[in-house]
């Protein structure tokens, strides 16, 4: 039997291997990075690329899908509230929203790595995708210059046209109409042929929103657009009847499919794939819808038909989807580390092959869908209302949006509508102005 002494001995000596051992054990282990979305399209090509890059480097990467995306968002303000966000995440909804995590300290600015190396990261990206993700000087959300975001991918909406039936119509399938007046004429052909025109989810208000902005921009331009939302020119501004007026035109043109104010967006696609309408008006992720819903959808993508010459066209688009930077979190070398990796060209084409988005990586076009390359020809004429540098009131967009369905379904006329949004708009502006007294 060993004696007290080396009892004693044998037994510090287990106590420090297990010591030195474990904390060895602790002081090597690889970290794990969490990463929260609600890209649904996106879960396997994430998970591929999760193993890809623990594989490289050793470190996992947790992809935690969210969906929908209303569940999405509450989970995230949610967790802003609890002080629990994970590494990286996404932030959906307005510049104001993007800006009140940022103000709250959630946010992580990543100008310093973007800028460093002499802006290498920076320069892999289209200029219209950082945009949707940076606040300039003067912003009006009191947010310091910066880019808060990584854009994964970018998109553009647009119109689209059925090229059999563009056939079945008598028109040339490799010549869309190019003005509005062109655009009206072909109701008639569509009226006695006995189809259907133009289908979107009008039932999903921001889609209005976005046709009616490109129609702003090209009859009135940005500067009295923005001037609008400012308040120093009221919605009863001819111009802006005007772009009111284009959708009760288009809808007296037999233009629009029946019931579109009603219809969600998936049922759009649905009914599009399905050849049954002449026009559609959906974003850059719809290659990759109808792609699953009909292999042989022969279509092409076109800008919505010019209605002046007195200002460019302007489409919505920019960077599709955003990841943001926990501020807090103890892991944000390995997360930078990591989003450089994600956005590479090798990674940006795998992404793109896998989920048939356009990458956010410029360097990445040369490789992708020859349908998605019609999208992304137009990403430098695109513009969308989180880089205008303010925001319209929620209830005047609503109003607007709701006023163009009435307008559509023939409830109400366009001045009747201009007149009920600056009522509203005017009644917001009060109550901002009392709220600073």
């Known amino acids: 039997m060993l004696n007290i002494k080396y009892q004693k001995y044998i037994l510090s000596f287990i106590f420090c291997f297990l010591f030195f051992g474990c904390s060895s054990k602790k002081e090597f282990a690889k970290p794990t990075i969490t990463v929260w979305h609600w890209m649904t399209d996106r879960k396997d090509a994430f998970q591929e690329l999760s193993r890809r890059y623990e594989e490289k480097t050793?470190?996992?990467?947790?992809?935690?899908?969210?969906?929908?995306?209303?569940?999405?968002?509450?989970?995230?303000?949610?967790?802003a509230q609890g002080n629990t966000l994970p590494d990286i995440f996404g932030i959906l909804?307005?510049?104001?929203?993007?800006?009140?995590?940022?103000?709250?300290?959630?946010?992580?600015?990543?100008?310093?790595?973007?800028?460093?190396?002499?802006?290498?990261?920076?320069?892999?990206f289209f200029k219209k995708a950082l945009e949707v993700n940076e606040f300039g000087p003067d912003n009006a959300y009191g947010v310091k210059p910066g880019i808060y975001g990584v854009p994964i991918d970018i998109m553009t909406i647009q119109m689209l046209y059925n090229k059999r039936l563009f056939k079945e119509l008598g028109l040339n399938p490799e010549n869309p109409p190019q003005d509005f007046s062109e655009f009206l004429n072909i109701g008639k052909r569509i009226r006695e042929k006995g189809l259907q025109g133009l289908v979107s989810g009008w039932a999903e208000l921001w889609m209005i929103d976005c046709l009616a902005n490109n129609f702003a921009f090209n009859i009135m331009g940005k500067d009295k657009v923005i001037k609008t939302i400012k308040g120093e020119i009221p919605y009863t501004d001819p111009d802006w009847i005007k772009v009111l007026t284009l959708f009760k035109e288009i809808k007296e043109a037999g233009l629009l499919y029946d019931g579109i104010v009603t219809m969600v967006n998936k049922t759009a696609e649905q009914i599009f794939a399905n050849e049954r309408a002449v026009f559609a008006f959906n974003g850059s992720w719809c290659v990759n819808v109808y792609r699953g819903m009909n292999p042989n959808l022969d279509y092409a993508v076109m800008l919505p038909p010019k209605v002046s010459e007195k200002f460019p066209r302007s489409i919505w688009g920019g960077a599709g989807s955003s990841f943001m930077v926990n501020a807090n979190?103890?892991?944000?070398?390995?997360?930078?580390?990591?989003?450089?990796?994600?956005?590479?060209?090798?990674?940006?084409?795998?992404?793109?092959?896998?989920?048939?988005?356009?990458?956010?990586?410029?360097?990445?076009?040369?490789?992708?869908?020859?349908?998605?390359?019609?999208?992304?020809?137009?990403?430098?004429?695109t513009t969308h209302p989180r880089i205008w540098g303010v925001s319209e009131f929620p209830r005047v967009i609503e109003a607007f949006d709701k006023g163009i369905q009435a307008i559509i379904i023939g409830e109400k006329t366009p001045e009747e509508v201009a007149r009920e949004i600056q009522e509203i708009k005017e009644k917001e502006l009060a109550k901002k102005r009392s709220q600073k007294e």
């Open 93 to 124: 909804g307005e510049m104001r929203d993007f800006a009140s995590f940022i103000k709250a300290g959630y946010v992580e600015d990543l100008t310093p790595y973007m800028e460093e190396n002499q802006a290498e990261w920076k320069e892999r």
């Open 58 to 79: 050793g470190v996992k990467v947790n992809f935690e899908l969210y969906a929908p995306s209303d569940a999405y968002t509450q989970k995230v303000r949610a967790a």
């Open 329 to 381: 979190s103890k892991l944000k070398k390995e997360v930078i580390r990591f989003l450089k990796w994600l956005t590479d060209k090798e990674q940006q084409i795998f992404l793109s092959e896998a989920t048939f988005n356009l990458p956010a990586n410029k360097e990445s076009l040369t490789q992708i869908h020859p349908r998605l390359a019609e999208f992304a020809d137009d990403i430098e004429i």
